[in-house]
């Protein structure tokens, strides 16, 4: 193979496709080069005047190398990994870099693995890190724990490129000794930061561990503290977090290098509306950016922060995925080759998955006991109680009071008031675990919302106005998981997710109607249109983000980070 | 260790050693950063306000990281690594990336083991690239083969970045089964290539074997299609080729960060008189290049090319390699810190090799048998004879013609003319075979010059006037090798090189004063001093530079690629 590439440069025998009058974008110079690209075994074999077996005339367009997203948790597309494809290789990025945080919370090393091997049916190349806390914290029960042991078994296989976001920057600064022992199994390898508002010594103390990358930065004061310390900057694009435009201005010519792009986490509406990294790309030329130093920053510098050394470029030697696309100011991608094959034409991907993957070990993952209306009554010990407040367009809540109707010695749900239950079950191991408390700002009237989909545990949680509809829903996701809407005690409408209980094993397109046609149910049924209800849902659990937050273990008070009790006295 | 650092970081501890007050030269961001660097074991810990058990007041002084030589052949300072770092290190160079062809060709694997043995007490980073051509060429007798099976017994070494400079680029070209075998065990290392004039379609199928690297660029032309190409340029300034003053007017801030220094070959009086990489430096600001973008290609940029993480920058978890400069435009390093400890000031080494490496496997290496008057004779057939022309400042000797002098058959040395013997004797194995031939341009008279130092096989070379001074000379480098100068019959000085015969075992101030001395004798007795005689007659038995050259095997026309009878008839 290698030999036939040399031969096909050297103009002796011709290559199986050449792409003939290209304008190649080339990352190298920061030049457009006009010349033909000869493809062999889905590699470049050479640039310049070629002859092929088959020729496509791509008529002086402009030819990109594929895009890098240099930080990705897939399963916030709910889809797999050849679901998400067929949208996102369509939309230029055929290269991820995913951290499986949340199956592996759920199902542990045979999660990663499963993404590791249904990986390998898209037309997409798809890196791995390995996630670093799992669990993320001790305030809730996880399905499974990656301990240095389990991470070790990994490490070595040659799509991981290292071990994923340290988010527990806490335990990095204070030198956690479980935390270092999982850094130095990776010791040769990257190791992806997370690190919002961590600056100065504890940002260096940080930093000393051997991590090279951040994408929590909103700010180009944290942006150019990291860069000069030699971190890799990510600049962020996702569905919750957007920090481009706060970014992008400080990108210099001098600095260029050192920054990439991602998204983070990215739903699959969004990326049907507005792309992948692609959208990165395009914003950043919106913002004034010249169109060849985006471009960089979507491809060669996101290759060279994670070593991969034949993607990023359109040059001898590197992998055939490619971008065709007619105008460099709105990046508007017209088709995309993946390893030396067309794979789309405009937003429609030309591959279909003949042989989908499945294994029994990441499904029927959501086990629980019989639930009875006795088991989701909450005691009250006083009226005045501690009451989780959601903000619009806001993940952090609010920590605040109500007075609440009290029946027997419970909760007792009155009439148009917006005080909702909520409720966490732990799902993994049958625990019984129960957490309950009261949520404010949600608006849901009638009926209750329940999701398996639920950071970064992902117990069933749960959330409603009548003790009925709350018990039907939690049932309708026994075993396979998902996400469900139950009005007036009637199942409106539930989208499984038998994969771990987050991913689909549906098209994307189906996932995609299911969400539109459930947030539809939810914003008739009182949802304020301020808030996404399944968004909302899945980081109430979350016992990171303040202020007050609930999991199977009970009410969590993130700013003093400890339990606390529903009642006040 | 990885956590004290991280307690440094945080201020919790004191670091060993703080340099204080540093104006740091930034190679993530082009900046100038006023700060302290907190060091411990070796590494920089952090960068900010810090305190230490010992501390430094830099003086506001400029600070840069170590200087990378991206490609050397450690051998052509005729010096071991440790003596080499006793004029590199306070010269600013504390890596260098070599490419043991020379030893390698004389004694196989065990002369790469010796270097990197012998690496180990240098206060330097010694990285090696497995000579991928050896012997260089099937025109002579070297002392080792290198094929797949030896090369695959180090390419997994973790001092080894992968497989050297591919000189035979028209076997890469072709597509040699056996330089491709080679190419392949080194799939996922780097490949430094060496592709002089190579353009177009081959040089689009040399860089299809994966080559990455090129540092034989002379011209705008060729440094340009290399960069878009995909290939990393590393500007030469060395002491046979210097490169640096054509291509540097081609760097751009768009091409910059795949453009890196080296030398090549130095030889050690141009590192005393001029430097090392700090000569590539301070020659590209003095032609106009921003010294921050001078110093990355000097640093960063060469770090990333090769893939070394921690090499090349001053920040947290980088290695403190730092050079203390008290003027940007001159680039003139005061002091020099490898691996945090202070290890020159000035010109000045702080260390001594308390414990030098010796392996018997490279010593006494020249082995041949009896050579007598009789051995060295030239057999004419006519008076018409092709003789090697030496052209002033050049390593390409022009093939002309002489009327040799014919005496019973055989050449006879007439007075006042300039055409002297030249032999080639092999060295290695003692197979007897001697190769003579005549040569003009020399100069030399009443005397002899002999070396083992011949590229690349480095068997025996002498040149001389009469045949007592030529049997002298070469009796002179039996078992041990050297360079030796012989006038009316005296040995008028010799430079022993007892390992491999081409590195001496003396310290460098001795082998400069010896080289000194003997080039001085060789001009008081006739040689121009528009001539180099030990360097030319180094290149005399290498027949991949054209046209005319003498190997073992016998007179080699390099313009016609095969071995040439010396008389014309």
Chains 1, 2 share one sequence.
Not at 50 to 76: A, K, Q, R, T
Not at 505 to 512: L, S
Not at 521 to 536: H, L
């Amino acid at each position: 193979m290698l030999e036939k590439r040399i031969r096909i440069a050297k103009g002796e025998i011709k290559a199986s496709l050449v792409l003939k009058n290209c304008q190649i974008l080339n990352v190298f110079t920061e030049e457009i080069i006009k010349a033909d690209i000869a493809i062999e075994d889905g590699i470049i074999a050479a640039i310049g005047e070629y002859d092929g077996i088959e020729e496509v005339d791509i008529n002086n367009n402009f030819v990109s190398p594929g895009l890098i997203d240099s930080h990705i948790h897939l399963e916030s597309t709910m889809a797999t990994p050849f679901e998400l494809s067929k949208i996102s290789v369509p939309r230029g990025t055929t290269t991820v870099i995913c951290d499986p945080h949340e199956i592996a919370n759920v199902c542990g090393l045979d999660g990663i693995n499963y993404i590791l091997k249904a990986s390998e049916n898209a037309p997409m190349n798809v890196f791995v890190m390995l996630p670093s806390c799992v669990p993320a914290t001790p305030f809730e029960n996880s399905g499974a724990v990656l301990g240095v042991e389990e991470l070790k078994k990994l490490i070595d296989n040659e799509q991981v490129l290292g071990l994923g976001e340290l988010m527990d920057y806490v335990g990095v600064i204070n030198a956690d000794k479980n935390i270092l022992d999982k850094i130095k199994i990776a010791e040769n390898k990257n190791k992806d930061g997370h690190c919002p508002n961590v600056s100065g010594k504890e940002l260096n103390a940080y930093i000393a561990a051997g991590i090279t990358t951040d994408h929590e930065c909103s700010t180009e004061k944290e942006m150019l503290e990291r860069l000069r310390l030699g971190m890799y900057v990510q600049i962020r694009e996702g569905s919750a977090a957007k920090n481009l435009a706060a970014l992008i201005k400080s990108v210099t010519r001098q600095n260029l290098s050192r920054i990439v792009f991602c998204t983070d986490d990215r739903h699959p509406e969004e990326i049907f509306e507005y792309g992948h990294i692609d959208n990165n790309v395009r914003t950043a030329i919106k913002h004034g950016i010249e169109p060849l130093m985006a471009i960089k920053m979507a491809t060669i510098n996101a290759a060279q922060c994670y070593g991969l050394k034949n993607i990023g470029a359109v040059a001898p030697n590197y992998k055939a995925d490619i971008l065709i696309i007619d105008n460099l100011e709105n990046f508007k991608i017209k088709e995309v080759y993946k390893d030396g094959k067309k794979v789309s034409e405009g937003s429609t991907p030309l591959f279909e998955n003949k042989n989908p993957y499945t294994d029994e070990k990441v499904l029927n993952t959501v086990r629980f006991g019989k639930i009875e209306e006795k088991d989701i009554q909450i005691k009250m010990s006083s009226k005045l109680a501690y009451t989780i407040e959601i903000l619009p367009h806001n993940l952090v809540t609010k920590k605040s009071l109500c007075n609440a109707e009290i029946e027997n010695g419970y909760f007792k749900f009155t009439e148009n008031s917006d005080i909702l239950k909520i409720a966490v079950i732990e799902r993994h191991k049958n625990t019984g675990n129960i957490g309950i408390a009261l949520i404010k700002g949600f608006g849901l009237k009638n009926g209750a919302i329940a999701s398996t989909i639920a950071h970064d545990s992902h117990n069933l949680i749960v959330v409603g106005d009548n003790d009925r509809d709350i018990l039907l829903a939690i049932e309708q996701l026994r075993n396979t998981g998902g996400i469900t809407v139950c009005i007036n005690g009637e199942v409106k409408e539930t989208l499984p997710l038998p994969i771990g209980g987050i991913i689909s094993d549906k098209p994307i397109e189906y996932i995609k109607q299911k969400l539109d046609s459930m947030k539809e149910i939810a914003y008739q049924n009182g949802v304020s249109k301020e808030t996404d209800p399944f968004m909302t849902l899945s980081f109430m659990a979350l016992p990171v983000i303040p202020s007050l937050k609930i999991t199977d273990k009970g009410l969590f008070d993130v700013d003093n980070f400890e339990f606390v009790d529903l009642c006040i006295e």
